[in-house]
């Protein structure tokens, strides 16, 4: 589980396995989890985040969005 950026307590990582789908990042905090599409930024999961925490996230994904592509990109390149 590659971690691609700790933020403000969030963890924004790659599962291993998540290759054959789409590029996505999960967000961890507090046992709650998340899982952003990067393509639109875009949320394709939320397990227990509030509206106000899924907006920051979405916001810092943004921010974020071409340096996690890379990271995805790179990771998942073989």
Request: no cysteine.
């Amino acid at each position: 589980m590659p971690t691609v950026l700790r933020w403000k307590g969030y963890r924004f990582f790659f599962y291993s396995a998540d290759g054959w789908e789409p590029a996505h990042v999960h967000v961890t905090k507090d046992a709650k989890e998340a899982k952003i599409w990067l393509e639109n930024v875009s949320v394709a999961v939320n397990m227990g985040f509030t509206a106000q925490d899924l907006n920051e996230i979405v916001k810092k994904t943004r921010e974020e969005r071409e340096s996690f592509l890379r990271s995805w990109n790179d990771y998942f390149a073989n």
